[in-house]
């Protein structure tokens, strides 16, 4: 046994027959982890090899956007028609979609061509820290999330009873010759030796064109009180979806609700489709107008403008 076999590189490889990726046979590759992990570092390096990995919703994090859409609906014949679509473009192709297993069961992964996963691993402090940084969350909340979801996504891929490739993010900026050169044999991917060298680029940490845009951004606000309704309005930024807020009074939580309601200033003004006010009725709290109000981004620590006042001290908005 050399020195190399006694490295710790943090590479597992659980392979079916036949032992050795067959680089004629049709197949998916399939990137997952926990979010905030090091996929996109993984599902960079297979498109910039050359794989397909399906329509992107932004290239910095490469997630296919089509995919996630009847993933997160459960839409299993629409997942059937894309990936027959998808096998009969392309003889290899692949996506990433991070905390896979809460959207597929593991005995679903056999919906794909002769699936071949690729699990990414990071430390789950860093991953806390990033989902704070970058999701709002608290930090605790963070950890305990991301313990926890790394385990249930363990027990998935242990069932899933496909050929699995276990990769550590920390020891893949360790050893990024070997973590690629397995990857690439992994997934049955050829390539020349400059394209080789360019892969290369993908394995560094706190890429800064992955931390300019992957953090989460919000904009929102309190507008003030209407007939006993406290208004305003909420939007995350590049995406129309409605987010879920949530209002606190003394530091007690009361109520979840969506900002989702139409208002004809927001896109003059440059705030996603207008769909994005929210109204919450306060009667039905009894609260003093000394009450500190917040509203804050549901499950996250961020809260909107003019959170943290009197309810007794915000304006009286003349009009609905």
């Given amino acids: 046994m050399n020195h190399i076999d006694m490295l710790n590189t943090g590479i597992i490889a659980r392979r079916e027959e036949p032992t050795e990726a067959d680089r004629d046979a049709p197949r998916t590759l399939i990137v997952t982890g926990i979010a905030r992990s090091g996929t996109s ?3 960079g390096i297979l498109k910039d090899a050359g794989v ?6 932004h290239d ?5 956007a089509a995919v996630l859409q009847v993933l997160q609906s459960r839409d299993l014949p629409a997942l059937k028609r894309l990936v027959a679509a998808r096998d009969a473009a392309w003889p290899v192709w692949g996506f990433k979609v991070p905390n896979l297993h809460a959207f597929l069961r593991a005995e679903e992964v056999g919906l794909f061509r002769n699936p071949r996963l690729i699990v990414v691993y990071r430390d789950p402090v860093a991953v806390a820290v990033r989902n704070a940084l970058s999701e709002h969350y608290g930090e605790m909340q963070a950890l305990v999330a991301a313990t926890n979801a790394a385990f249930t996504l363990a027990r998935f891929v242990e069932r899933a009873g496909v050929p699995v490739l276990l990769l550590s993010y920390e020891k893949a900026l360790s050893f990024p010759h070997l973590t690629i050169d397995h990857l690439l044999s992994f997934c049955g991917v050829a390539v020349d030796h400059a394209t080789r060298n ?3 680029l993908r394995v560094q940490p706190n890429r800064e064109e992955y931390l300019d845009r992957a953090r989460r951004t919000y904009a929102g ?3 003030g009180v209407f007939d006993q309704e406290l208004r305003g309005w909420c939007v995350e930024d590049g995406r129309l979806q409605p987010v879920e807020l949530e209002l606190w009074a003394d530091g007690v939580m009361l109520d979840r ?3 989702d309601r139409p208002r004809e200033d927001l896109p003059r003004l440059g705030f996603g489709n207008g769909n994005h006010g929210f109204s919450c009725d306060l009667r039905r709290f009894g609260l003093s107008p000394a009450a500190v109000i917040s509203v804050r981004i549901a499950r ?3 809260t909107l ?11 009286v908005l003349s009009a609905a």
């Fill in 305 to 315: 403008n003019h959170s943290g006042t009197a309810l007794g001290e915000l304006p």
């Fill in 257 to 259: 609700f969506v900002a």
């Fill in 52 to 57: 397909f990995m399906g329509d992107v919703l």
């Fill in 60 to 64: 910095v994090v490469d997630e296919d």
């Fill in 198 to 200: 360019r892969l290369f």
């Fill in 300 to 302: 996250r620590v961020l």
């Fill in 221 to 223: 606000a309190i507008d």
């Fill in 41 to 43: 570092m993984v599902a």
